[in-house]
Nanobody
Framework: VQLQASGGGLVQPGGSLELSCAASGRTLSRRDTVGWFRQVLGREREFVAAIRWSGISYANSVKGRFTISRDNAKNMVHLQMNSLELEDTAVYYC????????????????????WGQGTQVTVSS
């Protein structure tokens, strides 16, 4: 499966952005885990959110501000980001794995088989 992330941009603190991850090559099924990660230059890739049939998980740093959702008709996964903070600035990546990842593996980038290219999100006044 190929993944294409889009929707990044420049936004002021407190603003909103919606990122999209479009899958191609095959249809994402309920068995797929799809996640969002972010990375700042010089730092490790950080888990943001993931969705799978057994539920949704968020990093504590984004809980209550970000919402991950699936659009099965369009074979896409979205990440709605509200109340953006300076610390949210990063390159955001979507990733997928053809298994229902258990909680202990959900936040590890190594658990995901497929990755899209990143999209830059910059929060600045």
């Amino acid at each position: 499966v190929q993944l294409q992330a889009s929707g990044g941009g420049l936004v002021q603190p407190g603003g909103s952005l919606e990122l999209s991850c479009a899958a191609s090559g095959r249809t994402l099924s309920r068995r797929d885990t799809v996640g969002w990660f972010r990375q700042v230059l010089g730092r490790e890739r950080e888990f943001v959110a993931a969705i799978r049939w057994s539920g949704i998980s968020y990093a504590n740093s984004v809980k209550g501000r970000f919402t991950i959702s699936r659009d099965n008709a369009k074979n896409m996964v979205h990440l709605q980001m509200n109340s953006l903070e300076l610390e949210d600035t990063a390159v955001y990546y979507c990733a997928a794995d053809p298994t229902v990842l258990i909680q202990s593996r959900l936040q590890s980038p190594e658990s995901y088989a497929y990755w899209g290219q990143g999209t830059q999100v910059t929060v600045s006044s």
